[in-house]
């Protein structure tokens, strides 16, 4: 028997406080056994010990490879996970140190005893911060986390909401069309599941908008503690190294060893017990733990760079970690050959996940046309339309815009494209900037009388590199803003609207529209 591993190392001494005590559990969510299962959950993890086979049994095999060439040589099974008791043990044990410390007020800890409105509740929460995590940064999220909570702290008052009161909420935090779909969702759990979220992952990822595979198993476990697993960017990027997977890895047949992976990590069915059965050991292993567990490890110690192994867990069981060592000498015996995996010359930590070429984001140019009317006593207001509710930058306004024009596009073309957006919006005619006699032009008439370019603007997505070129484009007559047609006011598809000049910066627009109004102002000052 070994002596039990702790975790002591410099590089999570700094990451753990010195009192481990502190939770952010939230006391109006238990009930009167809350406490005495937090306390069985210590003194269980407390006398834990490891085996000293442990790290043999977990896998189906031990490592075996032979450095041939560019190969590495190893057995298929060695990329399955046959037996994660330990693993879950000495992974919960890890978890017990740095649940709290950083800060995320959706993370509470388990609750046995919540009914069931409290499990949909928590759901809920789960499910706006697992929204907001896409592609973004803790750190970042949790400020409009709190708002959100604040402004919408259930799924029903979300429901009432309308989509510019969510995308003012939701402004800075960019991928808009979380937002939209969030909306979406809560107005149908309202509508069709009487304001509770579907108690499993399959319907939740079925029925609520904007649910995928990850998200669904991430709420189903951790609210509802059902055995499901999860697979974000962390937890792919620390199974790939704990497996040493080193194939594409978005290939389908790379992420159904992962997500298989994933899943063995929630099985609990062992012969020591299963939660099926009600025991004290399967309360302390809920798999809603685990999968946070999981993403904890991947984010905080698994990077991306820099992996902090000497921290880790898990180290004893990574094969990564047991490939990179110095003077490893692989077993030579090779049966049941792994055919799936690329090549390798040599191979450290960070060589896993496999690195892939990113595919370059299309290049498009818009021309944006900053429309404003301007009256005889000097009032300035501008034109802006919605955005569709789906799809890039949903729900949010721009000013009229002519999108992936040929980069070919002359001058004199360009200054043509006011006049064409103008007649899909407006209810009359607006007489052109070319026209050749101005004298003959009513006051009432509308007409455009200044189009002046501005220098471009780009802005990157993630998928798409704009190069956005704006246009000043002034328009007078009349006492009031030229009226719109009916099919573009508001709630429409497209609905437009006028704006006043010191309230364009406070419309929702996204973060390349901004650059673009602080650009065009720049003609004028």
Known sequence: MTKRRRFNSPTLAKMINDDHSTSDYDSSESHSGA??????????????????????????????????????????????????????????????????????????????????????QRAYEIWVSEIMLQQTQVTTVIPYYMRWMEMYPTVRDLATADIDEVNALWKGLGYYSRASRLLAGAQKVVANYHGMLPVNARDLEANIPGIGRYSAGAIASIAYGEHVPILDGNVHRLLSRFLAVYAPPKAKAT????????AAMVDFNESRGSLSTGSTSELLKYPGDINQALIELGSTICRVRDPSCDACPLRPWCRAYELSRPGYMPAADIEDVCSFCEPLRETNVTTFPMKMNRKKPREELDIVNVIEWTSSMGERWFLMVRRPDRGLLAGLYEFPTTSNVARTTSTAAQAKIPLTVLGKLLKYAVLPYDLKNRSEAHSDHFMITTIKPASDVLHVFSHIKKTYRPQWVVVHGGESPPPLKDSVKSHQPNDALWVRLEDVPGVNMGTGVAKVWKTVEKLWR
């Open 255 to 262: 992420l159904d060893i992962l997500w298989a992976a994933a």
């Open 35 to 120: 406490s005495s299962y937090q306390n069985k959950r210590k003194r269980k993890a407390s006398t834990r010990k490891n085996n000293s086979n442990n790290s043999q049994s977990l896998l189906r095999e031990p490592v075996q490879s032979v450095f041939s060439g560019d190969a590495y040589p190893h057995t298929s099974s060695s990329h399955v996970i046959i037996s994660p008791g330990a693993l879950q043990d000495t992974l919960l044990e890890w978890y017990g140190t740095v649940q709290a410390i950083r800060g995320m007020p959706w993370r509470k800890p388990y609750n046995p005893y919540l009914g069931p409105e409290e499990r949909s």
